[in-house]
């Protein structure tokens, strides 16, 4: 079916924590330079780290401005009150943006949010390129959609009162239901066999015929991913997803929260810290930004279960307050008071 060709196109790029979605949609803006461009940046949590690492890119064409981060909850939730306001703001943009690239919180359901866009007040002026779910090869060559699902289905198993799936599958299952592209990330760390591995556990979960685009640190040619035409919102009660029959969803089964330190001595033994904490409690996400003590630069953490990437991304600018905060995610019920003394050791 044609796209009326007055709406501005949005690509949905959903997938589960840490699977490399904000790294992507990085590479995009860098490729994409000339096609005016705005991104909505949905985050679990009230501190805005995925809209800062896209923000002071340089790109001419993706100005800060055009960055709107949507922290007050998850975007699938909260359609009314956040997405449709933003896509205003974003629309009464001079020049007119050609397209919005929107980066779903890990624990989104893209469905509902795609849904939106049946909308009187969207419908004639937007439309769904495309949705494309983000997934971690690394984690799949393991037989896991996140990198500590052994714990978690461990977990599971031990409780006989747990009658239905598990929660990480249900979401993993519902976005890439819904996807019309599966990105699978970090094939750079995968041999061969892994690579296999990986593909074959997506293949196995997706409803339907899609395409498995390989990404070696987020690179994808954007020709594959942008300019598909697809008016997904058309198709999208055909997507069957786990939430189909629920008239609300909501996100009880994670917890978010901050942890506010004072400056660290040594990244590395903060990572180990952090790899160690993840490890005992059984943490799904933690990233943030980190004050060094005597560093002129600020230090961004990342880290997937157990496994913690950290680097120093940008100076600290005139003025701004340095400070140490980091965004713990997990599976309801983890230990608040006992990862914030391990992370403060």
């Known amino acids: 079916m044609s796209v009326t060709v007055d709406r501005v196109p949005c690509t949905v790029v959903t997938g589960f924590l840490g699977a490399g979605k904000t790294t992507l949609i990085r590479s995009l803006i860098e490729r994409l330079d000339g096609k005016r461009l705005a991104i909505v940046v949905n985050e679990f949590g009230d501190v805005g780290i995925d809209g800062e690492l896209l923000k002071g890119c340089g790109i001419e064409s993706c100005p800060d401005d055009n960055i709107i981060e949507l922290a007050n909850g998850c975007i699938c939730c909260t359609v009314a009150d956040d997405f449709v306001p933003a896509i205003d703001q974003i629309l009464a943009r001079e020049p007119r943006v050609d397209h919005i690239l929107i980066e779903t919180s890990g624990l989104a359901l893209p469905k509902p949010l795609v849904q939106a866009f049946q909308w009187p007040a969207i419908r004639a002026r937007v439309t769904v390129d495309g949705v494309v779910a983000v997934v971690d090869g690394v984690a799949l060559a393991e037989g896991r959609v996140a990198d500590d699902h052994d714990a978690l289905e461990a977990q599971r198993e031990a409780d006989g009162s747990i009658d239905h799936d598990d929660p990480v599958e249900e979401v993993f299952e519902d976005q890439v239901a819904c996807a019309d592209l599966i990105v699978l990330t970090k094939t750079d760390l995968l041999d061969a066999g892994a ?92 990233k943030g930004f980190v004050d060094v003590a005597n560093k002129p630069m600020r230090l961004q953490v990342q880290a997937v279960g157990s496994r913690v990437n950290h680097y120093f991304d940008r100076a600290w600018a005139p003025g701004e307050t340095r400070q140490t905060r980091l965004v713990v995610i997990g599976e309801k019920g983890i230990d608040r008071s006992a990862i914030e003394r391990m992370l403060a050791v």
């Not at 685009?213 to 198709?235: C, H, M, N, T």
């Not at 040594?266 to 409690?281: F, K, M, V």
């Open 195 to 286: 690579l296999g591995q990986a593909r074959e556990r997506v293949a196995a979960h997706l409803p339907r015929s899609v395409k498995i685009v390989p990404a070696a640190k987020g690179s994808v040619d954007p020709a594959i991913l942008i300019g598909l035409g697809l008016a997904v919102e058309e198709d999208i009660e055909n997507r069957k997803t786990h939430h189909d029959d629920e008239l609300d969803h909501d996100h009880d089964d994670f917890d978010s929260f901050v942890v506010d330190l004072p400056a660290v001595d040594n990244a590395d033994e903060l990572a180990r810290r952090i790899s160690a904490t993840a490890e005992a409690e059984n943490v799904l996400r933690i």
